[in-house]
């Protein structure tokens, strides 16, 4: 089963830096995440998502490759590879997978303007290695959900809390 984590911070730019950590990380095999979206609440009111996948341009690619394949079977290439994209891009923007967008916009709408939050669907993690790797970010985050025990949650702003004092004492000493 996956946890939901969601962690506040003041500015995009800072969510978009530790969720491009957490692809490094996740290659280590520190984390194995299903999904990671910054969701912004931008200085004009709107509210941004920065899906870590293009589903549409995913599709669009892998309904090219098929369409390719099935129109090499019936002696046309390029009308089955224009055929399969469009399928493909058309299977992509009306996919959902990960976490649910209307959720990632509730989320936003309950941020203040110029912030944002990093949106995790973690499937599984080692969170002290994990949260000592983003220990710089840790001054500015803030955990604000989580689908996570009490238990977890609770030893999940521990370390938080931890490494934020780390990393203050390291800022100022």
Known sequence: MSNLIVVGFP??????SVRRELVNIQQEHLISLEDAVVVEH???GQVQLRQAVNLTAAGALGGGFWGSLVGLLFL???LGAAVGAGVGAASGALSDLGINDNFLREVGETLPKGSAALCLLVRD???DRV???LRSYAPQAKLLRTS???T???RLRELLEQSRK???ALRLG
Not at 11 to 16: G, R, T
């Open 11 to 16: 500015k995009a730019e800072e969510a978009d």
């Open 148 to 150: 996570l025990s009490h």
């Open 152 to 154: 977890d949650e609770d």
């Open 131 to 133: 949260i000592e790797r």
């Open 76 to 78: 046309n290439p390029l």
């Open 166 to 168: 780390q990393a203050e």
């Open 42 to 44: 931008d200085d004009n």
């Open 125 to 127: 993690a080692t969170p």
